[in-house]
């Protein structure tokens, strides 16, 4: 297993390139001593691995047509098997961030509305057949509520509901060391999606919070992560504002409509198409 300093100023760095899976692979990176990000190309979300004294801990799984690079890295660079991750926690129930479960047998959480979407194989949400993916008889062994406290031995992960980007998300926070994995309701430079489920009032309700909480680096579940408590504040305070512009356009073209024209849409189970 690789060992790494102890270092409040710790910069990210770059461990290996897939070599094996190329495009398809993933990018080890070590962003803090003990947490490894599995940055993924193009598709997919990016996994994250926390080595604990007491419990290995995987973020997310990510897509499943990666899993292979998932476990050629994990073995060879950082030297540990899929058998010694002790706990998946799910940050929601988007495909991209689930398929991969399959594989590992140890207990796996999720927030109590991301836990209830998976085990009933809701395509509408977790949009795994429109993606080629079967997502059927996944489960989720443990169901997450706000503020529960995860002990790991030298990491304390703390579970914060943030629903907007989906009711099920969540984000996970070291509240000593003040880091926090972000999944897809923060990102670098951009506003979260919101699909069903997700409400665009309360994704900003919840990035408020996120608002009031220090933390001095961010990693999310695509794109880049953020370092330093000031970059971070202004990442949050940017995506509150466009999504409240975003809300503000959006209602004010449904006021602009005639009456009947504002009348609500079918049931999204019964639609012909579904938006993306």
């Given at each position: 297993?690789i060992q ?16 094996l899976?190329?495009k398809?692979?993933?990018i080890?990176?070590l962003?803090?001593p003990?947490?490894?990000q599995?940055?993924?190309y ?12 007491n419990?290995?801990v ?9 899993f292979n ?11 540990i098997k899929?058998?010694d991750?002790n ?9 991209d961030?689930?398929?991969?479960n ?9 927030h109590r509305?991301?836990a209830t979407?998976i085990?009933?194989?809701d395509?509408?949400i977790?949009?795994g057949?429109k993606?080629?993916v ?7 062994n ?7 406290i995860i002990?790991?031995?030298n990491t ?12 099920g998300?969540i984000c ?20 979260t999606?919101i699909?069903?489920?997700?409400s ?5 309700n ?8 220090r933390?001095?680096s961010?990693?999310p579940s695509h794109?880049?992560f953020v370092?330093?408590?000031?970059n971070?504040?202004?990442e949050?305070?940017?995506?509150i504002?466009?999504?409240e512009?975003?809300?503000?356009t ?5 006021k602009?409509?005639?009456p ?8 999204l ?5 579904e938006d993306?």
């Amino acid at each position: 297993m690789i060992q790494e300093e102890n270092d409040t100023l710790f910069q990210p760095r770059l461990i290996k390139e897939d070599d094996l899976y190329g495009k398809e692979g993933y990018i080890l990176n070590l962003m803090r001593p003990n947490v490894y990000q599995f940055h993924s190309y193009g598709s997919g979300s990016h996994v994250y691995l926390i080595i604990g004294e007491n419990l290995n801990v995987l973020i997310d799984t990510g897509v499943i047509t990666k899993f292979n690079s998932l476990n050629y890295l994990l073995t060879t660079e950082i030297g540990i098997k899929i058998e010694d991750i002790n706990l998946v926690i799910n940050t929601h129930e988007h495909f991209d961030h689930i398929s991969a479960n399959a594989y590992f047998h140890c207990p796996i959480a999720a927030h109590r509305w991301a836990a209830t979407k998976i085990q009933h194989t809701d395509e509408l949400i977790t949009k795994g057949r429109k993606r080629g993916v079967d997502l059927s008889n996944l489960k989720i062994n443990i169901w997450l509520e706000d503020r529960n406290i995860i002990d790991i031995g030298n990491t304390i992960l703390k579970i914060i509901e943030t629903p907007g980007h989906t009711s099920g998300s969540i984000c996970i926070y070291e509240p000593f060391q003040q880091y926090m994995f972000t999944g897809d309701t923060l990102f670098k430079g951009a506003t979260t999606n919101i699909y069903e489920s997700g409400s665009i009032s309360e994704y900003i309700n919840s990035l408020q919070f996120l608002y009031t909480l220090r933390i001095n680096s961010f990693f999310p579940s695509h794109g880049k992560f953020v370092l330093g408590e000031e970059n971070v504040k202004n990442e949050i305070h940017s995506s509150i504002k466009n999504a409240e512009i975003e809300l503000e356009t959006y209602i004010y073209r449904l006021k602009s409509k005639p009456p009947e024209e504002g009348k609500p849409p079918p049931s999204l189970y019964k639609r012909d198409q579904e938006d993306l």
